[in-house]
T-cell receptor, first 112, second 116 residues
Framework: QKEVEQNSGPLSVPEGAIASLNCTYS??????FFWYRQYSGKSPELIMS????GDKEDGRFTAQLNKASQYVSLLIRDSQPSDSATYLC????????????FGQGTTLQVKP | GAVVSQHPSRVICKSGTSVKIECRSL??????MFWYRQFPKQSLMLMAT?????????EQGVEKDKFLINHASLTLSTLTVTSAHPEDSSFYIC????????????FGEGSRLTVL
């Protein structure tokens, strides 16, 4: 079983719609979670971090965390073609090594 | 966010040669940096954890004699791919954490290595 799982997609949404990206993790001790965006050929860029249960909003992005269900999600409102990228979910392992465990990423396509 | 700079962004080398990639934290000190490798259409694979002033910790399956990591200062870590072969061609990305062990991880721009 992979430690952080994401649906690889592609997830296709029309411009202006809400894109919903999901992620589950297996390490119940993980406390910190991150969403990164990666454009083709580029390195990952941090979008959101979330540490507590509930929602965290930043502009068009909302991260949601449910530790009981071991589930993290990212909502992108008013999706734009420029949001088309691969979104990586990451969990900080509980072993105190500081290592981030990445999911395989979900490719999002926003169609004009 | 914090700035992590990587150099070179692209390098092409002949098989058998060695290539050094530098990773610098520009506006903060990083006692720990991480080196990742990414093959096309795959996720990031952690290669090693680079610790300032001590030996790097390598992930299982990563050859420490092939991928030499040096973290001589709080702002610089280097990865040297020794005796490179075509199968080492990949996108190498370094990252550094701002603050505590639970803080956010920031990535360099990545270095694309092509071994002919």
């Amino acid at each position: 079983q992979k430690e952080v799982e994401q649906n690889s997609g592609p997830l296709s949404v029309p411009e202006g719609a809400i894109a919903s990206l999901n992620c589950t993790y297996s390490d119940r001790g993980s406390q910190s979670f991150f969403w990164y965006r990666q454009y083709s050929g580029k390195s990952p860029e941090l979008i959101m971090s979330i540490y507590s249960n509930g929602d965290k909003e930043d502009g068009r992005f909302t991260a949601q965390l449910n530790k009981a269900s071991q589930y993290v999600s990212l909502l992108i409102r008013d999706s734009q073609p420029s949001d088309s990228a691969t979104y990586l979910c990451a969990a900080l392992g509980s072993s105190n090594t500081g290592k981030l465990i990445f999911g395989q990423g979900t490719t999002l396509q926003v169609k004009p | 966010g914090a700035v992590v700079s990587q150099h070179p962004s692209r390098v092409i080398c002949k098989s058998g040669t060695s290539v050094k990639i530098e990773c610098r934290s520009l506006d903060f000190q990083a006692t720990t940096m991480f080196w990742y490798r990414q093959f096309p259409k795959q996720s990031l694979m952690l290669m090693a954890t680079s610790n300032e002033g001590s030996k790097a910790t390598y992930e299982q399956g990563v050859e420490k004699d092939k991928f030499l990591i040096n973290h001589a200062s709080l702002t610089l870590s280097t990865l040297t791919v020794t005796s490179a072969h075509p199968e080492d061609s990949s996108f190498y990305i370094c990252s550094a954490r701002l603050g505590s062990n639970t803080g956010e991880l920031f990535f360099g721009e990545g270095s694309r290595l092509t071994v002919l």
